[in-house]
């Protein structure tokens, strides 16, 4: 019997929903920007001690939900040896690519080729490779940094659903992270061809990267772009882009490039930087 929550997803227009949050999130009036996130701050516990400016310096609740934080807040596992967490979050479920199938939750699969857009030729690069799903909660910092260093290859926005991406949908909606809105972008470094693709979900009101900005959202058309070999290259730890408001990440490495942390497991909490699994090529270039 599905669940009045599950029901509710299928029924909004996510879409509208979404826009609409969007223009309230981005208002730069004073008392109203202030009053969201104070009242946003209480309602999920949020740590304004990491947080690089206060209340009152923000412009808008976009701006905050975005916030950096401060110095050093994150410090950074040994990237020579080790794959780090791109965001701080849950981990979501983590382990290896099957037959195209990447495991959701509870006898729920999706594709790499469904994630990827319909990439077939991506998608088997990946074929008995590993991946980590991480949700990102309303609470955490929600930037989105490099897993591993690598120089950005193609990106492909994938229009789609806005389904919320917590537990309850995970277990409910089929095919969820390859079914909802997204930015899959392709890296190529020292760990081999990997996938960083950044999931949106209900009230999400848009997606930044550092090399594009704002991407355009909630359109019905697939977008694929190439770059040249290494117009964008990044370090491991580098920011790649962020959520304004929102979401999951899905990592995607060949096989033979990642050994995850055999003690991390679904529902375990990550913060970006950390280490998360053992890189196979110890000797290559971080």
């Known amino acids: 019997m599905t669940s009045p929550f599950i029901w509710l997803q299928h029924a909004l227009p996510h879409h509208l929903v979404s826009r609409g949050a969007g223009k309230i999130a981005s208002s730069e009036t004073a008392w109203l920007k202030n009053l969201l996130i104070r009242r946003f701050i209480d309602a999920y516990d949020v740590d304004m001690g990491e947080a690089a400016r206060r209340v009152e310096e923000f412009k808008s609740f976009n701006d905050f939900f975005t916030r950096e934080l401060k110095p050093d807040a994150r410090p950074l596992a040994d990237s020579r040896t080790h794959i780090l967490s791109p965001a701080d979050g849950a981990v979501s479920q983590i382990g290896r690519i099957d037959e195209d199938r990447i495991f959701q939750a509870k006898g729920r699969h999706f594709t790499a080729t469904q994630l990827l857009g319909g990439d077939a030729g991506a998608a088997k690069r990946f074929e008995g490779g590993s991946f980590a799903t991480i949700y990102l909660s309303p609470r955490d910092y929600h930037r989105v940094h490099m897993p591993a260093a690598g120089s950005l290859a193609s990106t492909a926005y994938v229009p789609g659903d806005l389904f919320s991406v917590n537990q309850v949908t995970a277990e409910n909606v089929d095919g969820l992270f390859a079914r909802n809105e997204r930015l899959a972008c392709l890296f190529t470094g020292p760990d081999g061809v990997f996938a960083s693709v950044m999931v949106g979900a ?61 003690g991390l497991k679904a529902g375990d909490a990550v913060r970006m930087g950390q280490a998360i699994g053992r890189r196979l090529q110890p000797n290559a270039a971080a």
């Open 202 to 262: 209900m009230i999400v009101a848009g997606i930044e990267t550092v090399w594009s900005g704002l991407v355009e959202t909630h359109h019905p058309r697939l977008v694929r772009e190439s770059f040249e070999p290494g117009a964008h290259a990044f370090g491991a730890g580098d920011e790649m882009g962020r959520f304004i408001l929102g979401s999951t990440v899905v990592l995607l490495f060949e096989p033979g490039r990642v050994e995850w942390d055999a």
